[in-house]
């Protein structure tokens, strides 16, 4: 069966970095996008970062664009995430997601449309 396994998530100050992983296994498709989500107390699931594995389109939330980086391994079958001056807003629980996409090219903002999660991993920023 499909598993995702992330680590990475910590504690960090304001201005900090961390790097998120996610090990895919039992991945049989070979047209997936590979995503990140959020999710803070009180608030929905939202999209971070994706990568797509046919053609390596990204995507990216707003809140994020130019501090997060999104990465893959294809021989290691892992995703990662490079996030850079971390802000307190940042703090939420990060979960690692697939999309099995059939004709698509782009990876979907909407977590509904993932197939695979992660169990996610907690990122805590203080100011």
């Known amino acids: 069966q499909v598993q995702l396994v992330e680590s990475g998530g910590g504690s960090v100050q304001a201005g900090g970095s961390l790097r998120l992983s996610c090990v895919v296994s039992g991945m049989t498709h070979s047209n997936i996008c590979m995503a990140w989500f959020r999710q803070a107390p009180g608030k929905q699931r939202e999209v971070v970062a994706g990568?797509?594995?046919?053609?390596?389109?990204?995507i990216y939330a707003d809140s994020v664009k130019g501090r997060f980086t999104v990465s893959r391994d294809s021989a290691e079958n892992t995703l990662y995430l490079q996030m850079d001056s971390l802000k307190p807003e940042d703090t939420a629980m990060y979960y690692c997601?697939?999309?099995?996409?059939?004709?698509?090219?782009?990876?979907?903002?909407?977590?509904?449309?993932?197939?695979?999660w992660g169990q996610g991993t907690q990122v805590t920023v203080s100011s």
């Open positions: 997601a697939v999309e099995l996409t059939i004709a698509s090219m782009t990876c979907s903002r909407d977590s509904s449309r993932m197939d695979y």
């Open positions: 990568i797509h594995t046919d053609g390596g389109r990204t």
